[in-house]
């Protein structure tokens, strides 16, 4: 009888110990890891139209350019001077104010998000109105959140994420100025695509 108790005891004991390694070995991850884990899974939206990366490539140049209020750069920079500036280099023209960029394009739905919408967030105060315009540059798989480049009050032009804090809690709206790889025309251009600009003149 003793004998058997101590096997019984003996058994169990190996049990218990196999159990605790097992889950030792394999704990569960820590909230930090599992957030990493989420992130390294985040895939994004590919862009597709050639003109919208030529665009964000000429926005990237200008990183690290200071921000400077009413400036229209290249050397200093405000939020709707930067738009306004990379935005006219590929034939687009913007209002200077970045509450009147909103009306340059067609409001665009939070989840149907593209690179290069302009995308709107209320200032400082965050009351109410549009005070900050940046462009998107990715838009995760979700179609929610996003990167866009933009300038900086306190780190000239920069490119910060959706979900950080400060930004989160001002988003507007976003709007689509490039619908497809064709530049807009100047005036200029649509009469000499139109033919107009031969009658008038006699020559292009």
Sequence with gaps: ????????????????????????????????????IKESSKVTKENT??????????????????????ANGPHRFDCSGFTSYVFKAFGYKLARRASLQVHNGKR???????????????GRSNRGGIGHVGIITEVDANGHDFSFIHASTHNGITVNHSTNSYYRV?????CRVIHSAEPQLSLIDELKKSGQLVKMSGKI
């Design 108 to 122: 665009v739905e939070r989840g149907n998000l593209k690179p290069g919408d302009l995308v709107f967030f209320g």
């Design 1 to 36: 009888m003793k004998l058997f108790s101590k096997f019984f005891i003996f058994t169990l004991v190996t049990i218990l110990s196999i159990n605790f390694t097992a889950n030792a070995a394999d704990p569960e991850p820590e909230p930090n890891q599992a957030k990493a």
């Design 49 to 70: 139209n050639p003109q919208i990366d030529n665009l964000l490539n000429f926005a990237y140049k200008f990183k690290g350019v200071p921000y400077r209020l009413g």
């Design 170 to 174: 001002r988003y507007r709206g976003a």
